[in-house]
C-alpha cells in the first residue's frame, strides 16, 4: 500500500516561514491533501488538490507539489498556526483507498 | 450548513462489534461525487482512515482493516453506519465521521472517544 511520510515536527518562528514536507513514491502525479488539527479539535482542510485553499484559510498557507514531495508552506507563520498537520491523498491503485501521512508536529517558538 | 455527528457506545469489550452512527445534514447522500466515511485517531497518534462510502453506494475500506470493517448507508434517514468486529484495546480511539468531496474531508464531525476494555 501506499505511504506517506512526513518530519514528526517543524518549528518556526513567529513571522518566519514553515515548510512542512509529505514524501511518497511519485506523490507528484496524486493530488494530495492537507489538515490542520489542533488539541481536541477535529481536523480543519487547509489545501486540496495540491493548492487551492478552502474559504476562509488565510493566503499564508500555501501547498505544492511535484516528484516524490509536497509540500505545505505557511508564511508568515503567527503563534495560532501552532497545531498538527497531515497530509493525505488518494491510492488509487489496486486498493483504492485513502492514506494519511504520520503527521507533523508544527511548534512556534 | 453542513454537520455530521457521531453517535454510539463510548466502552465496549474487546472480541465485541461496535457499531457506529453518522447522522449527517445539509447535504444528501445521493449526490453525485459526495461521500461519507470513517476515519480514528488514537490518543496521541495519528489519523487512520477506516471506510468511506460514496453516493453511488461504492464502498472503500482500509486494507489492513477490511475483513472487521462494514459501512452502509440510509440515504432517507441521512445515517452512515460502521460497524467494526472483534474489537481490541489497540483500538481505542476517537473516531470521526467526516464528509467527503470526492477524495478530500471537507467537512468532520466532532468525533466520539471508543475505549476497548474490560
Known amino acids: 500500500s501506499y505511504v506517506l511520510t512526513q518530519p514528526p515536527s517543524v518549528s518556526v518562528a513567529p513571522g518566519k516561514t514553515a515548510r512542512i514536507t509529505c514524501g511518497g513514491n511519485n506523490i507528484g502525479s496524486k493530488s494530495v491533501h492537507w489538515y490542520q488539527q489542533k488539541p481536541g479539535q477535529a481536523p480543519v482542510l487547509v489545501i486540496y488538490y495540491d493548492s487551492d485553499r478552502p474559504s476562509g484559510i488565510p493566503e499564508r498557507f500555501s501547498g505544492s507539489n511535484s516528484g516524490n514531495t509536497a509540500t505545505l508552506t505557511i508564511s508568515r507563520v503567527e503563534a495560532g498556526d501552532e497545531a498538527d498537520y497531515y497530509c493525505?491523498?488518494?491510492?488509487?491503485?489496486?486498493?483504492?483507498?485513502?492514506?494519511f501521512g504520520g503527521g507533523t508536529k508544527l511548534t512556534v517558538l | 450548513q453542513i454537520t455530521l455527528k457521531e453517535s454510539g457506545p463510548t466502552l465496549v469489550k474487546p472480541t465485541q462489534t461496535l457499531t457506529l452512527t453518522c447522522t449527517f445534514s445539509?447535504?444528501?447522500?445521493?449526490?453525485?461525487?459526495?461521500?461519507v466515511g470513517w476515519i480514528r485517531q488514537p490518543p496521541g497518534k495519528a489519523l487512520e482512515w477506516l471506510a468511506l462510502?460514496?453516493?453511488?453506494?461504492?464502498?472503500r475500506y482500509s486494507p489492513s482493516l477490511k475483513s472487521r470493517l462494514t459501512i452502509t448507508k440510509d440515504t432517507s434517514k441521512n445515517q452512515v453506519v460502521l460497524t467494526m468486529t472483534n474489537m481490541d484495546p489497540v483500538d481505542t480511539a476517537t473516531y470521526y465521521c467526516?464528509?467527503?468531496?470526492?477524495?478530500?474531508?471537507?467537512?468532520w464531525g466532532q468525533g466520539t472517544l471508543v475505549t476497548v476494555s474490560s
Open positions: 467526516a464528509h467527503f468531496q470526492l477524495e478530500e474531508v471537507d467537512y
Open positions: 462510502i460514496y453516493w453511488n453506494d461504492d464502498k
Open positions: 493525505q491523498v488518494w491510492d488509487s491503485s489496486s486498493d483504492h483507498s485513502v492514506v
Open positions: 445539509g447535504f444528501s447522500l445521493s449526490t453525485s461525487g459526495v461521500g
